[in-house]
């Protein structure tokens, strides 16, 4: 009998924190989609200031930008956290055409990758086409040497979760010069990775080697990379590059961030976050514009609504994820080295699109309280809470916490790859209701975390 | 122990099945995704074609198209069902704008709404401004009389499903006119039935009571909507508006359909369709290109894996959803009359977007069966298996087949009212892989059905 009423009052109290949790979550939803901040915030960070690669000057605006949208909000603890950041630019000059034996000239539509250097004036070659970075392994340094290597390895749109499909070929993108070079290539080119057939080439980070020679690397639109693969076919092709794209001295900048403090364990931090960074084309809009506004606008939410979380919530908007991660590891570094003590992460990197729900990094332990937030989540049509990834920037949260659980947001993956790293990232691309949802999304988790933990 | 293996059986053979049709549903969205056409037969519906309202010249040629691209296709009984249809034009001259005293003149963006009866030159009038419906039907005639009556209800933002958001304010732009008459009113301008702030009106169908003074009828576009409230709020506006869309004749047309021949029981019947006809601006891309599209695709997807299904299914384009259901009514009459044997009808009818699950309208022991195939559907992303709406254009199946489960796809419907009957609705608003994924998914959906059925 006595057992009866316990489990009984325990069911009540369980109805009753569920209801509560669900009028909560309901006002999170309201605030975004009614009053909410976020599409205006993005204009300004997309219109006002722009594409911002570390170390530009408009990575400068955003920083100061963020920090004083931070201030105005009246967050706690808003300040910088000074990082150095490499410093490329692609400079004034990019252009690349090619010509078939008697044929016309066919301008291309390219953008150098990340960290290349540049051509040091114009750039003639052959060119050899390679379907896979493994078939460019396979080759002999004699059928490569002095050309220029056409990477043609095309994202798989079978793939329904669109990201399987961009890792599949990231090698081609972050090793192509080592791998071309090392058999003698003086240049690569590689396949866009985007999913479209399209005019818009796709740039991203590449890396060199110490002992293998420097060669330039870039991105043709998939339309170019057709219209290359297509020429190559009926005979030889005469490729032209030229690029000014240098690497400069490490620049300063900083992570900028906020809290609202822990009423009852101030010290216990959970850290929400984006990448404020964004490649040097387009506006940086999906990625990572959406992110940071995201958890910027969960954090003004929660205050609005007069929240006081048990745990310290902070928003951290990182410098440097494109093209380093310094403001990550950098980030985790200084947390340990103050004694903070970190209890869970989250960010948003995959775009501003319509939430599917929450993936997550860590001990198997936290997937029941993951999975307990399902049914709340069911009217906001949010059904994914499995196993899966976290962030590049709080990634080196894992190794400084061990058995921290890491949290990324998922949103709808179709869209995605239209856009990333290519001109075509601009704000225009961000539809305001499904920007507004995610940012609800995460409000809703980030309360919901911080009651459970 | 007999129980015991005829149990190990059971469950063994489960599993068989299981795997058997995750591969095939597997093979179905690679066809969609590598090979797929339908974006391709949407660009020529959109673009070749355009908008095709019930009776218009384009709605004739979009007939045709899809009479000869299921010929192409050889499916079997390529047939056009005759049917007579409403047919209203819009016109050469929509025009408005607005006066506030001493002020200067505003032009506003506007439609007629289908079906309207035009100024019979310019209109002026005072306006009256109410926000919901039910204010209009409590004010006194003096109020009203003879003026410009203005319902500015706006589509909560807040509801997360839009359609219910729709749903609440789809009676200012069927029963405005009515109501505004019946107080006096010489004409009814209603804010458009969308969500976002911007410079596009949409229109839609409205209807006149038998008794009741017909009165012209438009949509705002919800900048314009906003723009005359406010200069309502400092004083007395003065509205000029001149239409001159009109009603003509109904108009010959018909309903386009195609099968692939049930192996096994080729008289019963599963129907599958969108509508062909779309507002007569805009392209028709999402409402409902992208449904009829969805269709033909699934249907050919099944015909090129070699799928030889057990029931007949039927592919149907119906004719003048919009603006009278003629297609849809006079369909489920002629099946009936013709002693057809339909088992089940999906409508795809809410647009483009990525695919989130299938509701059902009809008898609940069909839900057992839906909720069957919801772990079949995990890979790909879907998670709405319940109770819900079927479509307009099947919905006359339910009285003539007593119990026959109805099901209508259900999409994302975040973005759908940024389109829906507006200017906007054009193919570059259709993203290529979402298309794709919700021809997959009502082929996929399509096949299941047929087997279990």
Chains 1, 2 share one sequence.
């Not at 069911?11 to 924190?17: D, F, I, V, W």
């Not at 093209?323 to 209890?343: S, T």
């Not at 869209?415 to 001109?423: Q, S």
Request: a negative charge.
């Amino acid at each position: 009998m006595k057992n009866t009423l316990v489990l009984l009052l325990f069911l009540g109290l369980q109805a009753l924190s569920f209801a509560q949790d669900s009028i909560f979550i309901r006002r999170i939803y309201d605030e975004a989609l009614l009053r909410g901040h976020a599409y205006e915030n993005l204009r300004q960070l997309c219109k006002d200031i722009g594409p911002r690669l570390s170390g530009s000057a408009q990575a400068q605006m955003a920083v100061d930008w963020s920090y004083e949208k931070m201030k105005a909000y009246h967050f706690d603890a808003v300040s910088k956290q000074a990082i150095t950041v490499p410093h490329w630019e692609r400079g004034t000059t990019e252009v690349a055409w090619f010509r078939a034996e008697k044929g016309a000239i066919v301008k291309v539509q390219l953008l150098a990758l990340g960290g290349s250097i540049g051509t040091n004036g114009l750039l003639e070659g052959d060119i050899i086409e390679f379907k896979q970075l493994a078939d460019l392994q396979k080759a002999k340094p004699k059928d490569v040497e002095d050309k220029i290597v056409f990477l043609n390895q095309a994202m798989d749109a079978s793939q329904i979760q669109t990201f399987k499909a961009y890792g599949a070929c990231y090698a081609i993108r972050g090793n192509g010069a080592v791998e071309a070079a090392k058999l003698g290539a003086k240049a690569v080119l590689i396949r866009s990775l985007g999913l479209p057939q399209d005019a818009h080439p796709h740039t991203g980070s590449m890396h060199y080697d110490v002992g293998v020679q420097k060669i330039p690397a870039a991105a043709l639109s998939t339309n170019s990379a057709n219209a290359l693969s297509t020429a190559l076919q009926k005979g030889k092709v005469q490729f032209y590059l030229e690029m000014d794209c240098r690497d400069f001295p490490d620049a300063d900048s900083y992570n900028v961030m906020a809290e609202i403090k822990g009423s009852k364990f101030p010290d216990q931090i959970i850290t929400i976050g984006g990448h404020l960074d964004s490649w040097d084309t387009g506006e940086g809009a999906h990625d990572d514009g959406a992110g940071v506004i995201h958890c910027l606008e969960a954090l003004r939410i929660l205050q609005e609504l007069g929240y006081q979380p048990t745990h310290t919530i902070r928003v951290v908007f990182f410098m440097n994820e494109e093209n380093g991660n310094h403001g990550g590891q950098q980030y985790a570094k200084w947390v340990l080295a103050n004694g903070e003590k970190q209890i869970a992460a989250l960010e948003s990197d995959r775009g501003g699109f319509a939430p599917r729900g929450f993936g997550l990094d860590g001990p198997d332990t936290y997937l029941q309280l993951l999975n307990s937030f399902a049914p709340i989540f069911k009217p906001y049509d949010l059904h994914v809470f499995e196993k899966g990834y976290g962030g590049v920037d709080i990634g080196p949260l894992k190794d400084a916490y061990p058995g921290i659980p890491l949290f990324g947001f998922v949103p709808d993956s179709q869209r995605y790859f239209d856009y990333h790293h290519a001109p075509s990232d601009v704000f225009e691309a961000v539809n305001k209701r499904e920007l507004e949802l995610g940012a609800a999304a995460i409000a809703s988790f980030v309360y919901l975390l911080d009651l459970r933990l």
